[in-house]
Nanobody, 131 residues
Framework: EVQLVESGGGSVQAGGSLRLSCTAS???????????MGWYRQAPGNECILVSS???????YYAHSVKGRFTISQDNAKNAVYLHMNSLQVDDTAVYYC??????????????????????WGQGTQVTVSS
């Protein structure tokens, strides 16, 4: 089974920056250049939202709410994907999940809960933005 591991969450004041990282267990044989990769987030009482994704050709997707502030990048040599978050806002507070579609390319942009079987998921990392 593919194991994705996030790191880099934490607490920051509004206007600050954080970088989230996601790596995959090499024992699983999963490599990031075989699949699109992305980040979801879910705040209490809210849907699980696809924040950003990146494909093997470098094309990216960003949710409207983060466009211009967040940047996704990938380092295939390190089997890692990153989410650079700038100009953080209180509304960015959520648990952020690294994910990869099980079929390699199909994204579901919203769901009631993160963790659905159509993706591989990391365990989540908390991001808290205070005013």
């Amino acid at each position: 089974e593919v194991q994705l591991v996030e790191s880099g969450g934490g607490s920051v004041q509004a206007g600050g920056s954080l970088r989230l990282s996601c790596t995959a267990s090499t024992a699983s044989g999963f490599t990031f250049d075989d699949s699109e990769m992305g980040w979801y987030r879910q705040a209490p009482g809210n849907e699980c939202i696809l924040v950003s994704s990146i494909s093997s050709d470098g094309s990216t997707y960003y949710a409207h709410s983060v466009k211009g502030r967040f940047t996704i990048s990938q380092d295939n040599a390190k089997n890692a994907v990153y989410l650079h978050m700038n100009s953080l806002q209180v509304d960015d507070t959520a648990v952020y999940y690294c994910a990869a579609p099980r079929d390699g390319s199909t994204w579901y942009r919203a769901a009631a809960l993160c963790g659905a079987s159509y993706n591989y998921w990391g365990q989540g990392t908390q991001v808290t933005v205070s005013s």
